[in-house]
């Protein structure tokens, strides 16, 4: 069975400072790892999606993360954080077949002014 | 589009009443999709359906029944609504283009039960 280990319940950091969510997945197959992002009282809104095409995945806000698959880790970064990005994060890896997610227990990202 | 939309947004029941969640898309995708998310916690899957008139269960199914009698609507029904439904109801779907799919969610119904 698949699934995916996000190794921060939060993280604090200032507007302006990088962001690292950090990711691990376990997987039989080759897996498709995504990152929704999810702000108070919304919806999930996908952020961005790796199906075994560039290793770097470039998002949207500013979002890239990268497949690395001897670390079996999925991280997601952004160069300077902004106040918007305040928000729950979820990394998440496909479970073959129907494509069933498989959601991790996310992180809540802080950005302090 | 106006992409997947559910409702009601915010519903109170009390124990062993029923209810629908209502959850419809406009994309035209095969996969449509039912998760909970507890507080603190990710999604878990309660039932996927792959195209109108198909559906299975997912991790969580207990208590809960679906139908899909066309490609636009999946409701999600609660038969005796217990406390331990109490969460927020997330309706997602999908399609595929060969092995890649990506999931496009709605604004979650809130339910809680009293």
């Known amino acids: 069975a698949q699934s995916v280990t996000q190794l921060d319940s939060h993280v604090s950091v200032s507007e302006g400072t990088p962001v690292l969510l950090r990711c691990n997945y376990s997987s039989s197959y080759s897996p498709s790892l995504f990152w929704y992002v999810q702000h108070p009282n919304k919806g999930l809104q996908l952020l961005l999606k790796?199906?075994?095409?560039?290793?770097l995945v470039k998002g949207i806000n500013g979002f890239e993360a990268e497949f690395k698959k001897s670390e079996t880790s999925f991280h997601l970064t952004k160069p300077s954080a902004h106040m918007s990005d305040a928000a729950e994060y979820f990394c998440v890896v496909s479970e073959g077949g129907f494509q069933k997610l498989v959601f991790g227990t996310g992180t809540r990202l802080l950005v302090s002014p | 589009n106006a992409g997947v939309t559910q409702t009601p947004k915010f519903r109170i029941l009390k124990i062993g009443q029923s209810m629908t969640l209502q959850c419809t898309q406009d994309?035209?995708?095969?996969?449509m999709y039912w998760y909970r998310q507890d507080p603190g916690m990710g999604l878990k899957l309660i039932y996927y359906?792959?195209?109108?008139?198909?559906?299975d269960k997912g991790e969580v199914p207990n208590g809960y029944n679906v139908s899909r009698s066309t490609t636009e609507d999946f409701p999600l029904r609660l038969e005796l609504a217990a406390p331990s439904q109490t969460s927020v109801y997330f309706c997602a779907s999908s399609y595929r283009r060969g092995d890649q799919e990506t999931q496009y969610f709605g604004p979650g119904t809130r339910l809680l039960v009293l």
């Open positions: 994309m035209n995708h095969n996969y």
């Open positions: 790796y199906t075994s095409a560039a290793t």
């Open positions: 359906s792959v195209g109108a008139g198909i559906t």
